[in-house]
């Protein structure tokens, strides 16, 4: 059986900016690492968004930013100036393209195209089969999520974020490539959370999705038919579908990182790196994996890696609301867009904000339904 100093199960978004913030510090050299993945990451089968200020870690990948986001409910619409950030997209394949290069010069890692279906840790090592093979190790960083461990509990809700995107071309010139629409609520909400995302591309290119904050995935001609009325309702007729994209983000306060062990960390989705209230994962994760090679350097028990914040926390109320009351979500979003500053909302969501500034923001959010759920998580932890 084959020993190596790391084994990633999966190689994901999460792993792979891990990996490449690994070669970066040039701390490494001596560790032997592997990468197991079943799919090929040969495909461009997602995209991320995601705002920041201009210079960022990856900012050479980034094939579309916008200055400006649209906010819209059915009574409203505001421009948002998004200054001093961006709102930036980066498309999947052009990130594993990009990472694979980079680690394909490095002699100590390797990846392999195989499924990983079981570890488990072993006198201080952790041993990891695939359909084909079995290696061992001495750390794992998981990133295969389990959703059947977290639905099997319920102090903790699981909602999705889940969509489905048209990138399309138009005859016409119809859109404004300068302003991405950030959410759109003026479309039927159906009792759930349900909004329009539309980046333009040009005056004749646009990724169009349908995308809910809820429990259950629907049938793909419902995501396919509201589509086709928004486009309706934007008078857009002549049009080609180029693309089409699905996904389904976990957003959990689920505490993921009780799972951890001495030698095995989960990470991504699987470790809690997704943005509960947003489903956003890109930010996230490169903080996350950054910190985690940090970590590397100093500590050697990944039980100590997690710290829980007040920002888990208030992920974990608005997630509470949304799980009880879905159809709260535009109203939520709407007031806090309506009154906030747009700076200190994005500051707020990235994590980055003090108490005195959270403040500000929670204070422009309906007061009631947080109260409602801040006295029902009291009353749990009795």
Known sequence: MKKYDYIFAGAGLSALMTVYQIVLSRKFKDKKILLLDSDSKKNNDRTW?????PDGDYENLVSKKWNIAVF???NYARD???SPYQYKMIHGLDFYNFVFNRISKEKNIEFSNQKVINFKEKNN???????????HCDKLFNSILNAQEILSQQKYPYLQQHFIGWKIKTQELVFNPEKATFMDFSVAQKGNTRFMYVLPFSETEALIE??????DLLPEKEYEDEIKKYLEKLRITNYEVIEKERGAIPMTSYPFWKNNTQNILNIGSAGGWTKASTGYTFKNASKKSRALVSFLLKENDFRKFHRKDKFWFYDLLLLD???TKNHLGSSIFSSLFKKGNPTL?????????????????ILKCPTKPFLQALCNRIWNMK
């Open 49 to 53: 968004c995601f705002w920041e200020t």
């Open 72 to 74: 819209s409910d059915q």
């Open 80 to 82: 948002l100036d998004l």
């Open 125 to 135: 090592e952790v041993i990891v089969t695939t359909e084909i093979e079995t290696y």
């Open 210 to 215: 349908y995308t809910l904050f809820s429990k």
């Open 321 to 323: 609301i949304l799980n």
């Open 345 to 361: 909302i994005f500051k707020f969501l990235d994590e980055e904000t003090s108490l005195y500034e959270d403040i500000k923001v």
